[in-house]
């Protein structure tokens, strides 16, 4: 197994745990809720930072697969030239929006990494660091695909 695949499961595995954990967390908050009138205070907070972790490793993981959902009704009308030169057009476009994330999620996540949670004993920068971690993940993995579709084109050696 070379090491792309050992990091895509490593993300998989990530959020596949991060989900569990969110549904048997709400489960037991629900049994301590409901049945001994104790609920579990954390657990909305701790739902939402990992909900924001298996979106924006989730966001990664869809664009190393490509699975985002795309829209081609128009893009099929143009030669596969043009195609090609559309999807590294919109590569480099969609690259240039996540890197201005990155650079800004990653400062204010460090302007947060002094301050709490409300409910846990975290620093609130784990809320905000899976948006400069996932965008710069993306931003790899559509560079992969760029280079691999100028690469099959002929254009690299």
Known sequence: MDGEK??????????????????????????GRYLFHKPIFWSDQIST????????LGSALATASKSHMVIDFFFNKF???????????????VNLALLYITIYSANVTW????????????????????IPIGCALMIYYITVNIISNLRKAGELS
Do not use: H
């Open 49 to 56: 930072l990992l909900l924001v972790w298996i979106v924006f």
């Open 111 to 130: 302007i947060l990494k002094d301050q709490e949670l409300a409910s846990l004993p975290f620093s609130r920068a784990w809320s905000f660091a899976p």
């Open 79 to 93: 030669s596969v030239t043009w195609q090609k030169v559309l999807l590294v057009i919109g590569g480099i476009l």
């Open 6 to 31: 050992k990091r895509l499961n490593l993300i998989e595995w990530l959020v596949s745990i991060f989900l569990i954990t969110i549904v048997l967390v709400n489960f037991f908050n629900v049994i």
